[in-house]
């Protein structure tokens, strides 16, 4: 049996801009570029998996990597770089084949808090398959996703049926060499591929 990973990434649970980092500030609302143009065709395919899962779900994970146009914490004194998740639609094209649109440049660039342009850039694109108590994760990072490089993550069949931890997120690995040989028949892999659209 593989290592369990504590749940929550920051990454992966990220809600708000200050789900990263809670701060006694308010938060403004963070917009959508109106008319975006980097536009990605997104393919995910799941191989040898043990069974169909519940629940697919697609999530753009955004930030401001200079956090110098945030204000301060009043409180802690500290930044916090913005960060927004967005949702976008995974469907079905076959058995195992998925597919969604995403833009790189969905999130607007500008001065939110008066201290000068927050520059938002796409950080990873997530697609999560659930079933039972499992939710299954694959992530690809930006540079993944501008080079159209596919990625690919390998899990254990064995967290598909386990039901002793609630809310369970299997993060997955690059290849079946991390796993004991005695599991080696048991793995599946979920692969994420991006092409670049014309819009």
């Known amino acids: 049996m593989t290592p369990r990973i504590p749940l929550v990434l920051c990454l992966t649970t990220a809600l708000s801009a200050s789900a990263c980092g809670a701060t006694s500030m308010s938060t403004p609302e963070y917009k959508r570029n109106p008319a975006p143009r980097e536009r990605y065709e997104i393919t995910v395919t799941v191989a040898d998996a043990p069974g169909a ?13 200079d956090d110098s146009c945030v ?5 802690s004194g500290v930044r916090v ?53 499992t939710s299954f994760h694959a992530t690809a990072p930006l540079e993944r996703i ?3 490089q596919a990625v690919t993550a390998t899990y254990w069949s064995g967290d598909y049926f386990q039901t002793s931890l609630p809310g369970y997120a299997a993060l997955g690995k690059p290849d079946g060499t991390h796993y004991r040989r005695d599991i080696q028949d048991e793995l599946f892999t979920i692969t994420i591929q991006a092409r670049k659209a014309q819009e």
């Not at 076959?94 to 001065?111: K, P, S």
């Not at 000068?116 to 950080?123: A, E, V």
């Open 53 to 65: 899962f519940e629940d697919v779900e697609g999530v753009m994970h955004f930030e401001v990597g």
């Open 71 to 75: 204000p301060k914490d009043p409180v």
């Open 81 to 133: 770089n913005p960060t927004q998740r967005v949702p976008f639609l995974l469907s079905r094209i076959d058995g195992d084949t998925y597919r969604g649109v995403i833009h790189t440049d969905l999130m607007q660039d500008e001065d939110y808090h008066g201290l000068g342009l927050c520059k938002w850039s796409l950080d990873a694109v997530q697609a999560m398959f659930k079933h039972g108590q």
């Open 146 to 148: 501008e080079r159209e």
